[in-house]
């Protein structure tokens, strides 16, 4: 699946101190992020067409996993890219 570059405006000074923290935690910036996306496409996305878009065969493992009834604990791939 070709893979789209989001990018957001966010006040610099909490983006630094998100990333500050979260390294402090070892946590991923961009797999957090990826994650979110996740969840407001499995909130959004009506199931048939997440099936249809499953279809397709071109969807990452990742994706077809947030299509299933949901797990807690799941993560998604994708790209991010947050200025």
Known sequence: MKQAVVTIKYDEEKLNAIKQYMEKKDADFEA???DVLGKLYEKYVPQAVREYI???GDVPPAIRKANKPAIRG??????VSVE
Not at 74 to 79: C, D, E, R, V, Y
């Open 32 to 34: 957090e992020l990826n």
């Open 54 to 56: 499953e279809s397709r």
């Open 74 to 79: 799941g993560s998604n791939s994708g790209t």
